[in-house]
């Protein structure tokens, strides 16, 4: 299975990074090897000393598809999740400056959490779900999908013009702003509304 993620589809995250917004969807993969295993602490890399949690929404494929038109994208998933996209900044900004590929920074082992699924029936719209992630019992970020650039079956859409799209699959679709540094002994909890669909430690 493979990780597909969505960068840049959140208007105010855009602008805290000082990125330009895109004209397509970015689009960059993990391999499984950076799913962070169940119960398991994240542990940050030696190699980077900047770190960021980026909460995101994600979508688990149960069909396989190759150019899914948009109104038949909802066919192919059923369940909605949560994770982290953790993001070595400083690796990945030295790989934008050079206009070089972002997978040391993105792909690296532990940097994807996936947290508990909940079927897409408990959402009466998947455009408007409210998701949130607490670092330390403080909320640091605050998203609702109703703000994406690019909606989840837009996104299925463009993402299958490229890659077959095969069952397991997980999309994350990309961070809202207050992305932040982790350090050691941070405490992350993710929640949907008001359901917590994964707790983890930094060390
Ligand atoms: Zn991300």
Redesign the pocket.
């Known amino acids: 299975m493979k990780l597909i993620?969505?960068?840049r589809?959140y208007t105010e995250h855009i602008k805290e990074l000082e990125n330009e917004k895109p004209t397509d969807p970015i689009i960059f993969l993990k391999p499984d090897t950076a799913i962070l295993l169940k119960k398991q602490p994240f542990f940050i890399p030696e190699f980077s000393n900047d770190v960021h949690h980026?909460v995101?929404i994600l979508v688990k494929i149960n069909r396989v598809g190759k150019h899914i038109d948009r109104k038949f994208s909802h066919k192919y998933y059923a369940e909605i999740g949560l994770g982290i996209?953790f993001?070595a900044r400083d690796v990945q900004s030295q790989a934008k400056a050079k206009g070089l590929p972002w997978e040391k920074a993105?792909a690296f082992d532990g940097s994807a959490v996936i947290g508990s699924w909940l079927p897409k029936e408990t959402f009466k719209d998947v455009n408007g779900i409210q998701f949130s992630l607490e670092k330390n019992n403080t909320i640091v970020q605050k998203g609702n999908t109703s703000h994406m650039l690019w909606k989840i079956d837009e996104i299925i859409e463009y993402i299958s013009k490229y890659f077959t799209l095969k069952i397991g699959d997980v999309i994350?679709t990309?961070?809202p702003a207050g992305?932040g540094k982790v350090i050691a002994n941070d405490k992350l909890v993710g929640y949907i509304e008001d359901k917590q669909l994964f707790s983890i430690t930094v060390k």
């Open positions: 993620c969505i960068g589809n980026e995101e996209d993001t993105k994350f990309g961070t992305v």
